[in-house]
């Protein structure tokens, strides 16, 4: 059984098939994990959840924030923006099916030794700590009341993690490091308005760049597409390679640590 972690799909359904017909993917020993942005600005948002929906137990994901932008205007809280393109999702005569398998994901995997997280886990928190906030997101996505949380998720406040947050704002700024984050400073204050290092000053860094406490933790992540997948320190795997935007569609295999990128096919 080989395991696969892949970045950033986006509804680029053709390039992920390529992949998994490159490494000879078998559905009923193999299992490839996303690392979010299931959907979104790619061509075949409603067929890539299809999909992926197929592959039962052969796939496992964490959310990201296109995931989650999704299920929030499900929830009637926002109207999708012009460059979305998850209209056919949401006109789809499974929508209900489809969106309920969606919220089932975490926000967090631990997995063969790694830490899998969309966008980064700051290094103000555990490994230990960051899992059991993510669970507390996952349990209002999942919750009958789930429609509270999606009402208060959009926002960059707070800037910072304390313990004392409860309520609304405790969900939004666990959300934003977990799914959103790029700079925060050495206190983990966040930056989320930029994307490219070389625009970023002091005291904010990328957040991989602060040192942790906890040692030989492996961390792959998606979501930040400007770093191009450059090597971002040991054990760290930078999987958003930006296909969408001209790039390549990269995945991980977990037990060989062998990297595999598909090239655009148009």
Avoid at 95 to 124: D, T
Avoid at 182 to 206: A, I, N, Q, V, W
Wanted: net charge negative; with cysteine.
């Amino acid at each position: 059984m080989a395991t696969y972690v892949v970045g950033d799909i986006q509804g680029c359904l053709e390039p992920l098939q390529a992949l998994l017909e490159t490494v000879n993917f078998n559905q009923h020993n193999d299992l490839l994990i996303s690392a979010g942005d299931l959907i979104n600005r790619g061509p075949e948002s409603l067929a890539t959840l299809r999909f992926c929906m197929g592959l039962g137990n052969s796939f496992n994901m964490v959310l990201g924030n296109h995931d989650l932008h999704l299920l929030a205007i499900a929830e009637g809280i926002r109207e999708p923006h012009k460059k979305d393109t998850i209209q056919e999702i949401l006109d789809a005569p499974d929508r209900e099916l489809l969106l309920s398998w969606l919220r089932q994901y975490p926000l967090m995997l631990r997995y063969k030794g790694f830490s899998i997280v969309h966008a980064g886990i700051p290094h103000i928190w555990t490994m230990e700590q960051a899992q059991a906030l993510a669970n507390e997101v996952s349990n209002a996505i999942r919750s009958p009341q789930r429609k509270i949380y999606f009402e208060h998720m959009y926002g960059n406040s707070p800037e910072v993690w304390h313990n004392s947050l409860t309520g609304p704002e405790r969900l939004r700024v666990i959300t934003n490091y977990l799914t959103r984050m790029r700079f925060c400073s050495h206190r983990g204050e966040l930056e989320l308005k930029t994307k490219d290092k070389s625009d970023m000053d002091e005291p904010f860094k990328p957040w991989f760049e602060h040192s942790r406490n906890e040692k030989n933790t492996g961390i792959i992540f998606g979501h930040w597409a400007a770093l191009k997948g450059v090597p971002c320190g040991p054990d760290l795997f930078a999987m958003d390679t930006g296909y969408v935007w001209g790039g390549t569609l990269r995945m991980i295999n977990l037990d060989t640590q062998q990297v595999y990128e598909q090239p655009q096919l148009h």
